[in-house]
């Protein structure tokens, strides 16, 4: 019988972090549903057109893992040109380093011993690995046990965008834990600083969204200035997401961006509206679901194999990829019942219909693995590894 953590240890060095290649290519269509399925031109599409826009503005891309938990995707940008990967969860870093990945940062807290354990594990055999602090007395449980294994671990300071979920208050309480961090922790090296307004990103309209995530970042700034007028380095300055990817550039102040929905894209996202545009259109859709229609009860009903269980439902409704004029409504934890108001094309029993997906993040934690399609065949699956990894 294993230890707690040699059950854990095992579960990582024995999950499979490569795509599993099929004897033969297998037509969408013959997919069991409910099936992941990623439109592999869109995706390759939104992976380039994100580096397009990033690279020659100087802003790198540190995309965040927590939306896809694949470590084959993970290494599909790393070759695309990012210059690293940011984990939600120790969890996920351990299955992205296992897979290969070193350039993790952990940009969620950590301050348990337990978990502290972890990360200097994997900090054992990966230099590269960061983590973020927020707090004084945390920075020295870190620095004590990081100082026990005779290592230096790279540390950003969270900043509190004010929206009182984590992080440090801006300005003199984050100097002064920069202070304690490069005089007191001798085993921490100050790498720079973090600040992620995740309720920015969903905000409508391009430029409401700008002014509004302008103002915010303006804290940003003035703590990076205060922290370099004080002789203190701020070598790297990391957060942003797909929300605000267009507008980073102007603001001035990321090296590193966290966007991660960019290469998924979901209705949420297309809802909150781009440049120009009422819809944010500059990555398009490339996850879906594959449903298929069970049963026809009533006449401008038909029923879909695919309910709570298959798409997240803390958003909207998913919607038909291709048919427009009906209404999903959720139908418990398998089923989702379309009203065929004014179906734009006929639905029959068992057709095999893709949907558009309400929120990625939550949705692909709940399958095991996606389908990448590719000219209507998948010819290997890929493994979403770190999914249920939230500790
Ligand atoms: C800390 C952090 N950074 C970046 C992101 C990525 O955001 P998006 O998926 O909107 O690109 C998230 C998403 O929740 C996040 O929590």
């Known amino acids: ?89 120790v969890s996920e870093a351990e299955i992205m380093q296992v897979s290969g990945i070193a350039d993790i940062l952990i940009t969620s807290a950590v301050v348990t011993p337990e978990k502290i354990d972890r990360v200097l594990k994997l900090a054992r055999t990966n230099p590269k690995l960061q983590i973020v602090v927020d707090n004084i007395e945390v920075a020295n449980r870190f620095n004590e046990a990081a100082s026990e294994s005779n290592l230096e671990l790279g540390v950003l300071i969270d900043l509190d965008p004010g929206m009182g979920r984590t992080g440090i208050e801006a300005g003199g309480p984050a100097l002064v834990l920069a202070r304690h961090l490069a005089n007191e922790c001798n085993n921490l090296r100050f790498d720079g600083l973090q600040m992620y307004a995740g309720d920015c990103m969903h905000l409508e309209g391009f430029e409401n969204r700008r002014e509004k995530y302008t103002g915010v970042m303006e804290k940003g700034a003035e703590t990076k200035s205060l922290l370099e007028e004080a002789g203190i380095e701020v070598a790297f300055f990391t957060g942003g997401g797909t929300g605000t990817f267009n507008i ?30 009422d819809r944010f259109d500059t990555f398009e859709p490339s996850l879906f679901v594959l449903v298929t229609t069970i049963s026809k009860p009533q006449q401008r009903l038909i029923t879909v194999d695919a309910g709570f269980k298959s798409f997240a439902s803390d958003k909207m409704v998913p919607e038909f990829r291709d048919v427009e004029g009906v209404i999903y409504h959720w ?57 249920g990894r939230s500790q």
Not at 20 to 42: F, G, W
Not at 340 to 357: C, Y
Not at 358 to 367: F, G, I, M, S, W
Request: glycine share 8%.
């Open 331 to 387: 139908g418990g934890d398998e089923h989702g019942i379309i009203q065929l108001t004014n179906p734009s094309k006929e639905i029959s029993l068992g057709d095999k219909l893709a949907m558009l997906v309400p929120h990625c993040d939550p949705t692909v934690n709940l399958y095991d693995y996606y389908y990448p399609v590719r000219d209507g065949k998948v010819e290997e699956l890929w493994p979403i590894a770190a999914r």
């Open 248 to 277: 980073e550039p102007d603001v001035g102040l990321m090296t590193d961006l966290q966007a991660g929905s960019y290469a998924f894209m979901d209705i949420e996202y297309r809802e909150i509206g781009g440049e120009g545009s």
């Open 1 to 89: 019988m294993p230890t707690l953590h040699q059950f854990i240890d095992e579960s990582i060095t024995g999950a499979v972090t490569e795509p599993v290649k099929l004897s033969e290519p297998v037509p969408v269509e013959q997919l069991p549903t409910p099936a992941l399925i990623i439109d592999l031109n869109l995706f390759d599409q939104n992976l380039t057109k994100m580096h397009h826009f990033l690279d020659p503005r100087g802003i790198g891309l540190r995309c965040h893992t927590k939306m896809h938990k694949c470590p084959v995707i993970a290494h599909k940008q790393m070759a695309a040109g990012a210059v690293g990967v940011c984990t939600a969860t």
